[in-house]
């Protein structure tokens, strides 16, 4: 059977350019993947806390009892001093929250709660070695004199899906958001209840209890 030379050349070129082409969709999926990946990296590490960051990065210079919080924790955890050292009405008004925020399957987990004053000082001098001034990093981590962490009386949420619910639900249990710049960290304003959450602070060094 005869076969037409320029037909020839032109099915050769087909069968040449097969394997670019291919080689061209595997190379255009993996930078896909990629850059998917970094796109996710990216976007959480911009919604991260400042403080969980530092605590994820030295969880072993003084550990749980001192208010280090393993991946995973929920308001339920008894086991954990950072839980279970919340002041207890703030930890009552949390598991009210938590039950509730379960039927929309949303769970409250807890990136930060009580800390010691040994373990807020250190996220304090890690903050400042971070933003470069004591000014800046006030903007964050409070003192281990002046933060409602080492009281008990702050619990800082993770997830996102729960600062959402929190935002929306957050005040029928008393439970408000009280800097602009932190919508993880919360406190317990019972009154808020009946009349809802005080305006914000927008950061930490704008608030009284800081100036002490």
Known sequence: MNQNPSSARTTTGRIRWLPVIGLIAVIAAITAALGYQVSQSSSS????????TLRIEHRGGLGEADGAVPDGVTVFDDEIPAVVNLDPDLLKALRGAATDAADNGVELYVNS???????????????????????????????AATSPHVSGDAVDLG???TTVWLSKHGSEYGLCQIYR????????????IDYGCPRMYADPTQDPRMQK
Request: glycine share 4%; no cysteine.
């Open 159 to 161: 997830h996102s899906d």
């Open 181 to 192: 710049n932190e919508p993880w960290h919360y406190e317990l304003r019972t009154h808020a």
């Open 113 to 143: 709660g009580w800390r010691s004053p040994e373990y807020q000082n250190q996220l304090l001098r890690e903050a400042v070695a971070k933003y470069g001034s004591q000014d800046e990093a006030a903007r964050w981590v409070a003192t």
């Open 45 to 52: 590490s911009s919604a991260a806390s400042p403080a969980n």
